[in-house]
């Protein structure tokens, strides 16, 4: 399965986001997929996740109540809609899918897109 992440780009801080994984090669729906973020030199951070059929989904700390998840699997697309943005969230934001069980441990995922850049000014 590819992924393809898009719809990062350079907000000013209380701003919004949305990003987009694309999956192609298989049913959108047969995925698990998790959105996480890295900022060079530190691990990748988990931000959230959902579930093959979208009844369960999980966020960091940090993010709930500003992101939420969904999906579309008609449209084989997986959605991070991001509010009330702070320049901590400003790093590259990674979607990865797995044919497992929802988790929130990067190293479980086995697809991964190839990042959108995020940015955002105080």
């Known amino acids: 399965v590819q992924l393809q992440a898009s719809g990062g780009g350079l907000v000013q801080a209380g701003g919004s986001l949305r ?3 694309a999956t192609s090669g298989r049913t959108g729906s047969t ?6 973020r890295q900022i060079p030199g530190k691990e990748r951070e988990f931000v959230a996740a959902i579930s093959r059929s979208a009844a369960m989904t999980y ?3 940090s993010v709930k109540g500003r992101f939420t998840i969904s999906r579309d699997n008609d449209k084989n697309t997986v959605y991070l809609q991001m509010n009330s943005l702070k ?12 044919p497992a069980g929802v988790t929130v441990v990067s190293t479980s ?14």
């Open 59 to 61: 966020y960091a700390g």
């Open 87 to 98: 320049p901590e969230d400003t790093a590259v934001y990674y979607c990865a899918a797995d």
């Open 19 to 21: 990003l987009s994984c």
């Open 31 to 36: 995925y698990s997929v998790g959105w996480f």
């Open 109 to 122: 995922y086995n697809y991964w897109g190839q990042g959108t850049q995020v940015t955002v000014s105080s």
